[in-house]
């Protein structure tokens, strides 16, 4: 139990504390961490910085994987960079070459032809070819109708003219002399289909026969009759353009005989 004693020591103390000057209180410590010298003109030393020799030694004896390890030289880490770019260039003027060969394919007119591939179109432009070779280059004088008909139905653009002009000389004897002519074809080729238009090559045997009455002095006519025949094969070329789901010729090649 304190004593009066120690209740005249400790309110002395209090006196103490309480007559001490603020400021020798304000350098009083407190916490943890020491307070910066406000003294001018002093700086901490600084602490001297011991060189190493580690780095190398470890770098000499580096023993991680290649892979793993950064190249060395800004040269060789550009390398691949450099090839990438030179691949691109090549490989950009390769497919513009391509995208030209290509282009020039496409517009190449054989490239369009599709006389060999099309078989059904071919098949049907032969057949219908020879049928009108057949009407328009043969003629009977006792009946024209089939061939007046073909040159009506089978013909087109300068055909019409070049047709008439063939058989020019025919028409203007063929009355008198009774002239039968007949055109069979032996053989022909489709050269090219584009489209709707082709170009046929034909190989054709032809008969004329004329038959004509012979008279003699006198007058008196004799009712013999004198057949004479000329037979010859003919090649000529057609081009034909497709109308209304027929075939018609438009042009009569013949190869400047």
């Not at 120690?6 to 304000?26: G, S, W």
């Not at 550009?78 to 490989?91: G, I």
């Not at 039968?180 to 238009?197: F, H, K, L």
């Amino acid at each position: 139990m304190p004593t009066p004693r120690h209740h005249l020591n400790r309110q002395r103390r209090r006196q103490a504390l309480a007559d001490q000057p603020t400021a020798a209180r304000a350098h009083t410590t407190v916490g943890l961490l020491p307070e910066p010298d406000s003294r001018p003109g002093r700086r901490p030393a600084a602490k001297p910085v011991r060189e190493t020799t580690e780095a190398p030694a470890q770098e000499a004896t580096d023993d991680r994987p290649a892979a793993t390890r950064a190249p060395k030289g800004g040269a060789r880490a550009l390398a691949p960079l450099v090839v990438l770019c030179v691949l691109t260039l090549l490989l950009g003027g390769f497919a513009g070459w391509a995208h030209s060969r290509a282009g020039e394919l496409r517009d190449d007119p054989a490239r369009g032809n599709t006389a060999l591939t099309d078989l059904a179109r071919t098949s049907e432009i032969k057949g219908q070819t020879t049928a009108a070779v057949a009407a328009l280059f043969s003629y009977d004088h006792a009946d024209t109708g089939p061939f007046e008909r073909a040159g009506k139905t089978l013909l087109t653009g300068k055909a019409v003219d070049q047709h008439r002009t063939l058989f020019g000389g025919v028409l203007a004897q063929a009355a008198r002399q009774k002239t039968v002519i007949t055109t069979t074809v032996t053989d022909s080729a489709v050269e090219r289909i584009d489209g709707d238009r082709a170009r046929v090559l034909v190989y054709a045997d032809q008969s004329s026969v004329s038959t004509a009455g012979t008279g003699k002095p006198g007058g008196k006519q004799q009712s013999k009759t004198q057949d004479q025949g000329v037979y010859a094969g003919a090649m000529f070329a057609l081009d034909v353009v497709r109308r209304d789901g027929r075939w018609l010729v438009e042009n009569i090649d013949t190869f400047g005989r």
